[in-house]
């Protein structure tokens, strides 16, 4: 039972450096979402998307680009990176928008 | 906007005992989905339990129950039987069922939650 899976779960990166962060699931789940945690603090949405080809801001999209060119894969894009880039991330994905949301098991990220 | 407060930063319970956690909410919306997600140091995000709005009786599962209360927008959760593998961050969310940005979860900003044996 594979459900979200993230790559790399580990990286830094040196500021203006760009990285994809990878996100596959295998649940046929419509919705995806890319979340941050900074220290001491809740998630908050970057970017999400409802299906294929569909994608849209969430609260903190500033410095960050997403693509989902099939249901399974919603890959985020750093373009350079900046020391607040530095924080946990997560993919995650459910089947619609009243289902309950899957998460991956993070990515790490530092910026120095 | 919906937001979510948690009012414990940090909670402690002896192994075996029973221990609630707090999470208020502040919406306009009559229907919703409230959940409790534990994180533990690994930083994974599991589900604990999730409450529909709508329902009457409050969400168990095993050790797990809430106390949804709909008018004083209160939704804590009681951690029976307390052990050793409870120890985490948890935290409360809030999502909507409605279109646009509010797909997304709202969390609050988490209860650290020490067993001590």
């Known amino acids: 039972n594979a459900g979200v899976t993230q790559t790399p779960k580990f990286r830094i990166l040196k500021i203006g450096q760009s990285m994809t962060l990878q996100c596959t699931q295998d649940?046929?789940?419509?919705?995806m979402y890319w979340y941050r945690q900074d220290p001491g603090m809740g998630l908050k949405l970057i970017y999400y998307?409802?299906?294929?080809?569909?994608?849209d801001k969430g609260e903190v999209p500033n410095g960050y680009n997403v693509s989902r060119s099939t249901t399974e894969d919603f890959p985020l894009r750093l373009e350079l990176a900046a020391p607040s880039q530095t924080s946990v991330y997560f993919c995650a994905s459910s089947y619609s928008s009243g289902n309950t949301i899957y998460f991956g098991e993070g990515s790490w990220l530092t910026v120095v | 906007a919906q937001t979510v407060t948690q009012s414990q930063p940090e909670m402690s319970v002896q192994e075996a005992e029973t221990v609630t956690l707090s999470c208020t909410y502040d919406t306009s919306e009559s229907d919703y989905y409230l959940f409790w997600y534990k994180q533990p140091p690994s930083r994974q995000m599991i589900l604990v339990i999730r409450q529909e709005a709508y329902k009457q009786q409050n969400a168990t599962e095993n050790r797990f129950s809430v106390n949804f209360q709909k008018a004083a927008k209160s939704f804590s959760l009681k951690i029976s039987d307390s052990q050793l593998g409870d120890a985490a961050m948890y935290f409360c969310?809030?999502?909507?069922?409605?279109?646009?940005?509010?797909?997304?979860?709202?969390f609050g900003k988490g209860t650290l939650l020490t067993v001590n044996p």
């Open positions: 998307s409802v299906g294929a080809g569909i994608t």
């Open positions: 969310a809030y999502r909507s069922p409605s279109g646009g940005s509010n797909y997304k979860l709202t």
């Open positions: 649940m046929n789940h419509n919705y």
